[in-house]
Each structure stands twice: as structure tokens, then as C-alpha cells.
């Protein structure tokens, strides 16, 4: 029964999640969904990627908190359409769901907008599961999490699309075993691709532009869905 | 209509873990539910605990995870009863509830235990409503997470007794304000103490050792609760 209700839960959301990506698709938009951790560095790489990228694209940022803007103040600094969901108000839901993001896009002037990034909820387990109607989902880790993260949280892991390792700048002072960490990423999803960085130092970030301007660009290439 | 279901969740819930809590008085158990982000050291702080006080006193862990038995596995190694909760039979459910540490119990031989720690899932937002028939919750926040973690999960540290904040060996590598870290806390629960250690180093960790024994013996020396 729990089960069920489950299943339910999920396929309404692919409902809204793939309306959404109907209307991010006719406009263009690369929609990025960002999953980690709390304190994994997702909001820090969203504003080194926003500053590096300011004057070649528009951006926009739909983040998502269980409670304060904290991470929508951090970002509106740099003079984007960013607009906050906390989950507070839906009972402290521990993700972003595609309704969730469907009523923020109202929100949000989209018009000429590029690139769109999501910060989902910092949870390892909880969004792994809900499709927001993005192009692709990135994983963010904090090489501080250990190298057993993949085999626990398989399903968010999984999922991926793209595994960001932060904070790489602390490798010399942890005890951790980095060449184990990604065996144990490819073993829950062989087709993860991985890029190693530090959006503190900015060690390998470079990487992570060229991942995402190519993704752009092949966002932008693709032909114009048909409209009904 | 959610909100009510929820609220019938906890409901049980408590139900359970008050029957759970009679047994651990009754025993003179002194159970303690460590709640934290994924990778913030929960496992290494028990190991080291064990490691510390194996001689002076009987131990027992109850594991949650989602997947895999990893952590059981090493706090077996100290030769310890431990029993290892995988919540992916439960729909890979965020968080432990008392149900599942009651059917824990019952494949746990707890005769002469004396400390019994509960290792939730790693997430900093589901564990926090969940009671699990412990005497005390303890969070755990490695200083890697940034100093605004209080505020953005407030409620697992509004209902948590201590805070340990661990990996303080890397204090000179991050760009973080502990002091700032320590008032957010404070913020959202005035009463909450927390200890600064390092599980890799051993920094520290004789406060928390003396948390620990201070508090089993405050819990050893309570009057047996009168039997019905």
C-alpha cells in the first residue's frame, strides 16, 4: 500500500516533470538539476560558474532549501533571476519536486534565459527519485565524504548524469582513496562521468566550463521539438 | 490531508519508541541515536569510542543505512553485538523509524549492554522526527559543511542534545567561521552543548568521552522505573 502510494506520488511528478521540459526544450534552455550532500559545495560552484560565464550567457537558478534564502542571496548578487523554494511550507519535504519547480518557473522571467541551474535540497537520497524536467542531473561530492558514498546512495548515483568531486585542494589532508571512490561510482553506474575540482582554489574547474559550454551547445543545436 | 497522514506517521511512531525506551530504562541501557550528513564521520567517531572504552563497558550498535552493511561491518570488527538496518527493503526510506529499531532489538542481544548507539541514515533532514526510544540525540557536523548548516536544517538541531563537530583537524584548511557556526547553533537551540574533536587526530575527543561516561552514569544511577 505504502508502495503504491509511492508510485503514484512518482508518476504524477513525471507528469509535470516532463511538461516542463517541454517548455524548457522550445525555449532552448539547458536545465541542470544539482544534488548533493549538505555543505558539498553546490552553491559555491553555482557562483564561481556564474561569474566565469556571466558575459557569455544568461543564467537563471531555481534553488531549494528546507528553510532561509541564504543560497537565492548568495546568488542574486550576481544580478540573475533566482528564485527560492523552501520546503518548509510543504512539511519539510526533504526534495525539490517537479510541481515544486513548475510553480517557481512562474516565478521566473525565462525569456532569453540559457542556462537554467537547480539546487535541489542537500540530500543524498530524497531527490534522486523526482525528475524536475532538466536536461541532466549532477552529483555533487565533497571529497570529504568519503570514498564509500556510491555504494550507500546508489540510486542518486545512479541517476547521474555527471559526478562533480569538490574540494579536491584537501586531498594532501584527508585519508581517502580516490581511485576507490570512482571504482565505486562506476560500479553503481558505468556510464558516470566524473570531473575532479575545487570551486575554492579552482583546481580542474576549467573541466567543468568546458562540460557545460559543450552541453550548451548541444542543447542549443538540437532541433526545435514540434508544437502542437 | 498530507500534513494529517504525517502526523499519524509520528504518532506511531512515538507509540513505539516510548515501548522501546520502557525496555532500555528497565535494562539501564544508555541509548543514543547519532544523526549527521552523509560522510561526517558517524562511523569513525563509534569506532574510536569502542576502541577507547571497550574495556570499561558493553557496547552494542543498531546501523542504519540504505544500502550495503559497510559500517556494521567495521564496528564488528571490535567484537560487539551489531545489527545492520537496510532501509532499500523499506522503499529506501531517509531515515529510521521505531519500528525498525524495535525488530533491530529483537535480533540484538542486549543483556549486559550497557551503551547502545543507534547510527541513523546520513541525512540531516528526515532522522530529525523520528524518535527512536534514545535517551539523548546527538548530531553530528563535520566543520567541511560550513558554518550555515543550523540554519538550514534547523529542526535536527533544534531537537538534538549535542552537537559534535568533527574533522577539526582540517579547521586550518577551510575557509570557515566556527564562532559564526557555534552562534547558529545556538540560534536555533539555546540549550544544545557541542564538542569540537577530530576522529582522525584524536583532537578533542576526550570531552566527548567524558560526555559519554558522565552521562551513562547519570542514566545507570536513575531509580528503576516501577514495572506494571
Known amino acids: 500500500m505504502k508502495v503504491q502510494v509511492l508510485t503514484d506520488v ?9 511538461g516542463s521540459k517541454k517548455v524548457f526544450d522550445e525555449k532552448r534552455i539547458l536545465v541542470l538539476n544539482f544534488m548533493s550532500s549538505p555543505g558539498a559545495g553546490k552553491t559555491l560552484i553555482l557562483e564561481r560558474t556564474v561569474e566565469k560565464l556571466k558575459k557569455d ?3 537563471a537558478v531555481i534553488e531549494g532549501d528546507v528553510a532561509t534564502s541564504k543560497d537565492a542571496e548568495r546568488l542574486a548578487r550576481y544580478d540573475i533571476p533566482v528564485v527560492q523554494i523552501t520546503t ?3 512539511g519539510g519535504a526533504c526534495h525539490l519536486d517537479a510541481n515544486m519547480v513548475k510553480k ?3 516565478s521566473l522571467d525565462l525569456s532569453g534565459v540559457q542556462i537554467l541551474f537547480i539546487e535541489n535540497i542537500g540530500n543524498l537520497i530524497c531527490p534522486a527519485g523526482f525528475d524536475l524536467g532538466e536536461d541532466k542531473k549532477i552529483i555533487v561530492l565533497s571529497l570529504t565524504e568519503g570514498e564509500d558514498k556510491p555504494s550507500k546512495y546508489p540510486v542518486a548515483f545512479r541517476n547521474s548524469d555527471l559526478l562533480l568531486i569538490n574540494k579536491i585542494d ?3 589532508h584527508l585519508d581517502i ?3 576507490l571512490l570512482l571504482q565505486n561510482a562506476k560500479k553503481v553506474n558505468p556510464e558516470l562521468s566524473s570531473i575532479k575540482l575545487s570551486a575554492k582554489s579552482g583546481e580542474g574547474f576549467k573541466n567543468w566550463i568546458d562540460w557545460l559550454v559543450k552541453e550548451y551547445y548541444l542543447k542549443s543545436k538540437k532541433r526545435s521539438p ?3
Open 10 to 18: 512518482l508518476k504524477a511528478n513525471q507528469t509535470i516533470a516532463l
Open 170 to 172: 584537501l586531498l594532501p
Open 177 to 179: 582513496n580516490l581511485e
Open 226 to 228: 514540434k508544437r502542437k
Open 104 to 106: 517557481a518557473m512562474e
Open 88 to 90: 518548509e511550507s510543504f
Open 57 to 59: 550567457f544568461n543564467f
